[in-house]
């Protein structure tokens, strides 16, 4: 008995620090992100280098990540909820690199455009980015805390930014018709707005990895909402 507490003391320990891992990656890419979008709303080139530079390290935390959810299953063999919880925290830790990727991107377009004269509707980002910003770090939470009613929240209500997002490329197109000029530099604030609905999509996906974790069900692809839910909206 003695061994067996030990044995299930130290599988509590290393989740612990596999989950304080995926916390700590979801920081360094939240913080990328805030980079990349002050970067190009300041019109700061230093941001956005900070952003390039820092995504190394989103990427070193992926890995080890992976190395430490691959050396918990091979040395305890864990199950249920345990097994689930290495899984979606690999799985959580590839979303928040795609996210970091994406914010090197805005940072990227952002360089190019603080090159270019002002352009007005650059500020137009700024609510859109909120909207990513909250999703990704309710989705974080979600996760980190175990919590089920914030992660459906997450699933159930991300159609703001996809609205804020469309609104955003409709407004866009009509000032390419009227300042053609521009045209090159509406272009890639709309496609700087892409990546933070792709950010949105991948809050969802951490939300739903939470889900996973916590109720055994995946609900990805129309899997239906766990019963918690249901009973919730009934």
Excluded at 81 to 94: G, N, P, Q, W, Y
Excluded at 113 to 136: C, F, G, K, M, R
Excluded at 157 to 183: C, M, S, V
């Amino acid at each position: 008995m003695p061994e067996q507490r030990h044995i299930l003391s130290a599988v509590e320990d290393s989740l612990g620090r596999l989950n304080a891992l995926v916390f700590e990656m979801a920081s360094m890419a939240e913080q990328n992100l805030a980079h990349a979008i002050r970067g190009l709303l300041e019109r700061n080139d230093d941001l956005c280098n900070q952003t390039i530079a820092d995504d190394d390290e989103v990427d070193a935390l992926e890995k080890k990540i992976d190395q430490a959810g691959h050396a918990l299953i091979l040395r305890y063999s864990p199950m249920a909820r345990d097994l689930r919880r290495v899984i979606t925290s690999m799985k959580a830790s590839t979303a928040l690199e795609r996210v970091s990727d994406h914010a090197v991107s805005i940072a990227r377009r952002a360089r190019i455009l603080n090159a270019h004269p002002p352009v007005i509707e650059t500020a137009l980002v700024q609510p859109i980015y909120d909207l990513a910003a909250s999703q990704l770090k309710l989705a974080v939470d979600a996760f980190h805390f175990g919590d089920l009613a914030l992660g459906l929240r997450i699933v159930q209500n991300d159609d703001p930014l996809d609205i804020a997002h469309y609104e955003f490329i409709d407004r866009l197109t009509d000032a390419i018709a009227k300042n053609g000029a521009q045209a090159a530099d509406y272009v890639a604030l709309i496609f700087i707005t892409r990546l933070l609905e792709r950010i949105g999509d991948q809050a969802v996906n951490i939300a739903e990895d939470a889900i996973y974790l916590l109720t055994a069900q995946d609900i990805r692809h129309g899997g239906g909402l766990p019963e918690e839910a249901r009973l919730k909206n009934g």
